[in-house]
């Protein structure tokens, strides 16, 4: 059967494993192998072997105890809940595979930090944020370098929610919130000007790199896992030549994706003839996933930028081409790669949904001309004086926004939001006074980085 998520129960901090029966009878006292996430067949990684203390039926609030459950029905187990996250395979066959995780459609992009009041309540506040974790699919709680507890949710009401359950339930202390923060993600928009190198610190090995980006359409199919690293590789290539125009050659050559292999960066070998290429491959990877999780300009994550090797010369005597001596030059080759390639950032977009009368109308589009909105869609509704709004409004100028629309239209627009997409920013980032070179250098500040704009040198090695 496969868990789909985790339900509160009664008693504080216990979880009924709620999920479906695909097949056979899930039964009270039954030994079953607990299948986490990141359980391989054949490993011993993420698996638990324990017994099913109840099985329960609910229905609506109510729960009622059974003693067994065949397949095709929706069941919550007792007592499997310490062993799995937030979702999970449960099996009594030894060489199962798991069934395969549900893909959401929403992105986290609204992050907060909290923070108890009290210090001594630092312990009941980290075990509150895994509850929390626990029982909401779509909710993110990790813990920064700096040592801040970030929780990100898919918008401003999402947050609210989790913040006051955290609150009410699960942690039950008092802790103090950081203003709403968006996340971003940095992006290219041409082609590097010149083929960056970087150098090994023993000066023995050197890495030629460009970047260019990956159309909106090859993202999206990566992000969706048609393109992506768990697609059958005929197809992917067969769909990347035929629809989005890739050569053969390239499409056989990826060899990495990033960040936590599986994001809309791409690493590509275009090199000809290189000695001991596949010995680096491994450390070349790893180097990508570490700059595709923390670009140059502000440390936000990447997308849509493909990095292609272009030459690597490489030292003839293995010790001298170890990790410690190719991975800092490939991080920093990718970091001028961008920088040349006219870098910029990506702004997450809500797609609004405003059911509202006639009547009401100049007030939703005035709320939007001042959030940077976009109406694109009216549709009168058949019967009544109602009209259906659709507009794209970025997660930026979001806070705030249900108040502001209430008011502007006396509370008779109803608004729903949905993460749409990712959006490139309008301007150029390297254009000092720039809008966008204060939004860079506001986030640096915010992540105590050094408040500048990254310079090319610092990256770029000379021949």
């Known amino acids: ?26 039964a009270t006292g039954q030994k ?50 310490q062993y799995l996250l937030k979702s999970g395979t449960l099996t009594t066959l030894e060489n199962a595979h798991n069934i395969a995780d549900m893909k959401y459609s929403v992105s986290p992009v609204v992050k907060v930090a909290v923070k108890p009041k009290d210090g001594k309540d630092l312990p009941k506040l980290v075990d509150g944020l895994k509850k929390l974790s626990k029982s909401d699919p779509l909710v993110v709680c990790t813990t920064e370098e700096s040592g801040e507890h970030v929780i990100a949710g898919c918008g401003e009401l999402h947050v609210e929610i989790c913040l006051k359950d955290l609150r009410d339930e699960y942690a039950q202390c008092e802790f103090t919130v950081s203003d709403p923060v968006v996340s971003y993600r940095e992006t290219v928009n041409g082609t590097s000007s010149q083929t960056c190198l970087a150098k090994s610190p023993n000066k023995h090995n050197r890495i030629y790199l460009t970047a260019e980006p990956i159309s909106d359409e090859v993202c999206q199919g990566i992000e969706d896992g048609k393109l992506g690293p768990k697609a059958d590789p005929k197809e992917r290539n067969t769909l990347l030549k035929t629809k989005y125009d890739w050569d053969e050659n390239t499409c056989r050559k990826i060899w990495c994706y990033g960040p936590e292999t599986d994001g809309a960066n791409l690493v590509i070998d275009q090199t000809q003839a290189v000695q001991y290429l596949n010995e680096i491959k491994e450390h070349v990877n790893s180097a990508f996933q570490w700059t595709a999780k923390e670009g140059p300009l502000c440390e936000e994550n990447m997308r849509g930028i493909r990095f292609n090797i272009m030459d690597v010369t490489l030292h003839a005597d293995a010790i001298h081409r170890g990790a410690g001596q190719l991975m800092p030059p490939t991080r920093r080759c990718c970091f001028a790669a961008e920088l040349t390639a006219q870098p910029t950032l990506q702004e997450p977009i809500f797609l609004v949904e405003i059911t509202c009368p006639q009547e009401a109308m100049s007030g939703v589009y005035n709320c939007m001309n001042l959030r940077r909105g976009c109406v694109f869609e009216e549709n009168p509704r058949e019967g009544t004086p109602l009209v259906q709004v659709k507009a794209h409004l970025p997660v930026a100028e979001s806070f705030g926004f249900v108040a502001a629309l209430r008011q502007q239209t006396s509370g008779q627009a109803f608004p729903q939001c949905v993460f749409s997409h990712w959006e490139n920013l309008q301007g150029d980032c390297m254009q000092a006074g720039s809008k966008m070179e204060d939004l860079i250098l506001n986030i640096r500040k915010r992540k105590n980085l050094k408040v500048s704009m990254p310079a090319l040198g610092d990256y770029l090695d000379k021949l």
């Open 1 to 26: 059967m496969y868990i789909s998520k985790m339900v509160p129960t009664p008693d504080k901090g216990r979880f009924y494993a709620f999920g479906r029966v695909f097949s056979g009878t899930v």
């Open 32 to 81: 079953v192998r607990i299948q986490g996430p990141f359980y391989k067949p054949g490993g011993r990684e993420d698996l638990n072997i324990k017994n099913i203390q109840r099985t329960v039926l609910m229905m609506g609030r109510a729960t009622e105890q059974i003693a067994d459950v065949p397949c095709g029905n929706t069941v919550a187990l007792v007592g499997v809940d």
